[in-house]
Structures are given as C-alpha cells and as structure tokens.
C-alpha cells in the first residue's frame, strides 16, 4: 500500500513529466492540489519529487540482468539500458 501523497494537476508546469505527483497512477480516490505549486518566478517547485530512478537503483537492476544473461562480457551497456528501461 502507498503511503498518502497528495498528487499534482501539472497545469502549466514546465517540470510536470519528471515529477511523481504528477506521473503516479494510482486507482481510487486521489487528493490533489488544486492548482499546480509550481513558482514561474524561481523555476522550481517545492513539492517537487523527482520520477528517475537512482543510479544505484539502475546499477542493481541491471547487475540482475546481466546475471539472468550469464554474465556476458559485451553486454554492460545493453543491461544499463534495459534496466532504466524498466525501472521508468
């Protein structure tokens, strides 16, 4: 179960597809802020939660590729990617 998290409209956010409270898909009821927190003046939000994983959940996942693959000397880059891929 997700903690409680109040999503965001994104209207007019330039930031709007790199944040979680606007990317997240949840079923059920959800709770929003009215109007996006986003600042014009300072080009930032301070609800803002970045959507990307981290570079450590990346290189995990992709060493947990590179293991299903059997450890393939030439295929580093090619399990980077796909682990971005589905950690997105």
């Known amino acids: ?5 109040t999503l965001c409209p994104g209207t007019n956010c330039p930031i709007k597809q790199n944040c979680y409270r606007f990317t997240l898909k949840i079923p059920g009821r959800k709770i929003s802020f009215t109007q996006a927190p986003y600042d014009i003046n300072t080009n930032s939000c301070k609800h803002f939660i970045n959507n990307h994983p981290s ?8 060493y947990e590729i590179w293991q299903r693959m059997g450890c393939p000397n ?15």
Do not use: F, G
């Not at 179960?1 to 998290?5: A, E, S, T």
């Not at 570079?55 to 992709?62: L, T």
């Open 1 to 5: 179960m997700l903690n409680d998290i």
């Open 55 to 62: 570079e450590n959940k990346i290189r995990i996942k992709a």
């Open 74 to 88: 030439d295929k580093s880059l090619e399990c980077w990617l796909q682990a971005e891929k589905e950690l997105m």
